[in-house]
């Protein structure tokens, strides 16, 4: 499996980035890990990174892992809002629900976005390592 340069975890409980960071940390999957509190930060840290990328400076990350409960702004909120990025900013960018909820609402709601998966928390390895080689597979819980 490749290597990504960077991935954005977006989640508002810092005990979970921080947790999440060393799980992506061990696996050697990213260069560089950044955390967002809110959708919000979010969108403003991939806007001020993916300009870079333009010039290879490649810190717009190229996996989010998107919480769906926020305050500021949720993650359906920040998907909306993600979708209407100039498409330079998105063709690179993959992103994961990672969240509590199990509604099946929200993952049909999640499917609407074009998401790439769908994981239950807490993020585990394997979790994660299912719905990276298992391109199309929802969710792998």
Same mark, same amino acid.
């Given at each position: 499996?490749?290597?990504?340069?960077?991935?954005?975890?977006?989640?508002?409980?810092?005990?979970?980035?921080?947790?999440?960071?060393?799980?992506?940390?061990?696996?050697?999957?990213?260069?560089?890990?950044?955390?967002?509190?809110?959708g &919000?930060?979010?969108?403003?840290?991939?806007?001020?990174?993916?300009? @870079?990328? /333009?010039? =290879? +400076?490649?810190?717009?990350?190229s %996996?989010?892992?998107?919480?769906?409960?926020?305050?500021?702004?949720?993650?359906?909120?920040?998907?909306?809002?993600?979708?209407?990025?100039?498409?330079?900013?998105?063709?690179?960018i993959?992103?994961?629900?990672?969240?509590?909820?199990?509604?099946?609402?929200?993952?049909? &709601?999640?499917?609407?976005?074009?998401?790439?998966?769908?994981?239950? @928390?807490p /993020?585990? =390895? +394997?979790?994660?390592?299912?719905? %990276?080689?298992?391109?199309?597979?929802?969710?792998?819980?």
């Open positions: 499996m490749d290597k990504f340069n960077c991935v954005l975890l977006v989640d508002d409980d810092e005990t979970s980035n921080f947790l999440n960071e060393n799980i992506i940390a061990d696996l050697k999957l990213a260069e560089h890990v950044h955390a967002a509190l809110n &919000k930060e979010a969108l403003l840290f991939i806007r001020q990174n993916c300009e @870079k990328f /333009l010039n =290879e +400076e490649l810190i717009c990350p %996996l989010v892992l998107l919480d769906i409960n926020m305050p500021v702004m949720d993650g359906f909120e920040f998907l909306e809002k993600y979708n209407q990025l100039e498409e330079r900013y998105r063709k690179k993959q992103i994961i629900m990672l969240t509590s909820s199990q509604s099946e609402k929200d993952i049909n &709601k999640s499917r609407s976005f074009n998401v790439k998966g769908y994981i239950d @928390k /993020l585990t =390895e +394997e979790k994660l390592m299912k719905v %990276l080689e298992h391109k199309g597979n929802f969710r792998p819980n």
